[in-house]
């Protein structure tokens, strides 16, 4: 496996299995000398942590952090900053009995056919738990880019086609279907405001391809659309024109409106239904399982800062390779 | 600007404005002794190049190239391979009325706030004709992985949000809006056949995350989805787990379904009817005028090799970091 | 700061301070399936590590690694393998009345210059502590390599530019001089064998330039030459082309030869005679002050791991370059 | 073949064969709206031709350049700047004979294994002609650098261990062994002076390692040394540590003295004496042969514009990362 590293000057490089002794992330690139807020690093992976509202799954994990490197006096250091994370609450046990066999959904078959070889337990580098590395790093982005009035905000637009639902109508859709075995999908919105204008690289580092790749490389997401998006053929050239449509981007730079996309999240794979299973010894045969174990029965909540730190991270590069990286003042 | 290079092992750099001497792309970690069929390459800029059916815009752009190194006696030298197209056919004067005005819906804006300076004879790097360079170098791509079997295709699935028209219906519509001085966009499919188990990286360079990167890279697209995409928020989880709905990506690796997945490409920006431009030496002053020149109602069709191109780019470069580039042999 | 990432398609991440709860190394890019021999890690480590021999500090480096991600039952799994050493044995004090202060000869003032801010506990980054993460990363490379058939050695030329003196002869020189205060330097050989013809790359990244790169990375290090080097204009053209002049390099390619390189090592600059130090907060003012602490008057012996394990990322890397990364076998 | 781009914020991409239709570089990353001077480039290319002095081969290079992208109204637009050499003057028979036999001294062998196939005219991408790439970037770099007072220099110290010799004394040495068909090499100083404190990145890229990757990645150059290099062995920690032996960089960052390197130059290894050839077809067996055309006896005065590029390319390359690319004002 290759290319754990993400972005240009301000790159990322997370590293660490599910169930293996940590995971962390090494963020490179960070202007010196900027003082760092640690509790709201903890409140955003809060919001990520499964088991913090009803509509997550039920595991404990433990989601409290250790800033190991790059970081003195409560300063950035200019260093690599690195921010670790001690896995314990491991129920390896639950991945034991389908270790065979390849989950329908996942990239069990993929991984096997790969590398000949998997970390079984949970998912390896596939597993969910890889997104605490992307929230540490974008709340210390997010902080960054504050400073300099630029704000990220991300909201639910819809959970199984519903819209516009309350918290607690969601929570309990959610729940029904979480009776059943299953999960749910929905469709997110992120804004950012006051970016300049200009940010992006013209040609194939555009503003919008950046962040596409960003976003598509979270695991549940399968789609992005940026201002009119899909809908954009209902309208003529001269209607599209107007403020508002383009998403805060024209021709892969930022236009001086406010960043606006939206993501289509999956309903998560793992789901208690009895399904198909692949065996990984004999990829012709299946053999009838259920998943068991804790899983999200819908992760739209759960992804939403998952999704402002990996733009955050983005905003930031982009900052940085039109202004270069003072040091701030002592 | 920066960033004009695409790819992790097989990397493009794409050069040239509209109206310079020359636009090219360097392609370089091209296997060695892979023969290389040039009429394929000039096949596929046909079906990009303006004028070529009556859908396109009347300009007669010189698409013939010229491949000046990397190349020798038919064959791929592992060296560059570059392909040049020199410009011709340039009416620069169409431009030289609005060079002090940011065109509606283009980079004008963001590139003068930037760059404080742009060529503004056609838009230069953010004009269309930059993707000539990515057709030449997709053609290469398609070819060597054509060799393993490896097929992509695409076509139109609507237009102004009608889908399943016959070509002349669509050349019909798009002559009625065309009459108005407007333009339109639609909804394209791009699909790839036999992909090898696991290609892509499990992380950030997820197979998705990069088509996605490489994709809205072009001027025109707005939006990408994979597989049930954004309608799979009306699935249930068992649902989206079966065969036909990753869209043949599962955990970012390739997971041996038919790669699929569908673009939204907007409206282009440039139309002729009278609109709001923005005065570029006084921001908040707007004038009306209206764009000359040819130019494309509808670029649904010219694309295709495009969107072809840079899937294929993206495909060879992943085959390449789990195979290597091992020589053809003599 | 940034680029604390090397290598193309094997990179190393390290992070760390030597005053810092840890320092690692992500390797990202380890071929799957291949056994690793944890004891060979500790043993190049060894090797490393101060106080192992009279000729090295006397300091006690915790210097004992875990490895934290992509291993799992004794093989890559080819995700990131992670390794990390916790620190301890810290005697910050030593450094605290020093830190308003640039020592002669260490990155000090630059630092300061540059991030306005610095972890003055023991040089930060610049620490000669960080070398661990590259030994580490190289002794998993270096079995690889060997897997092959290649192999990587080193050994001491000269010190104080006395060739060819026995260990016994060099320790007393070093001890020596360690009672006066000072610090000695000398000359390094590097040599690796059945390296496969043709490694590199023909133009910027030849492996003569890689290597250098590599090399040159290492904090000591002043000086490298391949092949007759700097005395090859004591000989003819023909002279010079005849086996045994190149290095093992031609044309930036590994040519069949054995790979021979030579290194400058300086004298470690923390030597503690009084010196005269700037004052960071008055850069044209001096003081007369000492380093005190625990100091190597001699990185020659520690050293040869760091350059034997940077050689051999080096030449791994260009092996995938190549053959790409299959997979070993279960 | 691979990695033809060099940098990591300003990157130039070099493509084309001495006997292909052009060679070319493409700069990408200038700041947009800076003035540039195209005879200075004339004039720093004029020092790399072949023919300019007596000392160097008396072929005819037609190295008039042409920039087509990237260049408007004389100044850099922030697009890719790129360069463009027409070939002409080929000889291409001079090669013919010894196409199937490998060239002591040369990439020939290594290619051939590598590749499998190579364009033997020359020696294709190995050939020095790659050089007037080099050139022409760095002098557009060296323009911006000046214009920050940063300027950059190089002379010879000696020719076949001759020092100090006067430029009409070394051409007497270098005709004596060009009449006997053999070619001298030489040691070349470079220094570069106003260099602000702070640049490099501290860890794997030093401004010594990123100077040392560029340099040896020019063909004839065998070894690298900075400051007191290899002769610091011969001082104690104390000495080396005063102003002047640090060569400029301290802990990989500029540390505010000159910076000061020496070169290896080997003997160019195209001589027209008869040498021991390798058979292609069958490694094992040589063949007497001899070179014949025009080379040169000895590169030390073409070279030197070409160690002042790369070495500008590398400190506006750590500039930029430092303090981005801010365009010029109108």
Known sequence: MSFNTFGNILKITTFGESHGAMLGVVIDGLQSN???DTAFIQKQLDRRRPGFSINSTSRKE??????????????????PLTIVFHNNDQH????EKIKDYARPGHADLAYQV????????????????????????????????????ITISSKIISIKGK????????????????????SLGGRIQVEAENIPIGLGEPVFDKLDALISHAIMSIGAVKGIE????????????????KIGHSGGISGGLSDGEKLHFEVAVKPTP??????????????????????????????????LPVLESMTALVLLDCLYAVNGRKPGEN
Not at 73 to 79: F, H, I, V, W, Y
Not at 276 to 297: A, N
Request: proline residues 2%; positive net charge; hydrophobic residues 25%.
């Open 226 to 241: 940026f201002g009119s998006g899909f809908a954009s053929e209902n309208l003529l050239g001269s209607e599209n024109n």
């Open 62 to 79: 433990s989601d409290t952090f250790e800033i190991v490197s790059g970081f003195f006096n409560g300063k950035t250091t200019g260093t």
């Open 163 to 182: 819209k516009n639902l309350s918290e607690k109508e969601y929570e309990q859709l959610i729940q029904t279907y979480k009776g059943q075995g299953e």
């Open 92 to 95: 390896s046990n639950d991945y």
């Open 34 to 36: 900027f003082p760092i």
């Open 114 to 149: 790969r590398y000949k070889n998997r970390d079984y337990r949970g998912g390896g580098r596939s597993s969910g738990r890889e997104t605490v590395c992307r929230v540490a790093a974008g709340a210390i982005a997010m902080q960054i880019l504050s400073s300099q009035s």
């Open 270 to 303: 793992s789901v208690s239904v009895v399904q198909q299973f692949t065996d990984l010894k004999d990829l012709k045969s299946k053999k009838t399982l259920s998943i068991t174990g804790r899983h999200d029965p819908c992760i739209c909540y759960r992804i």
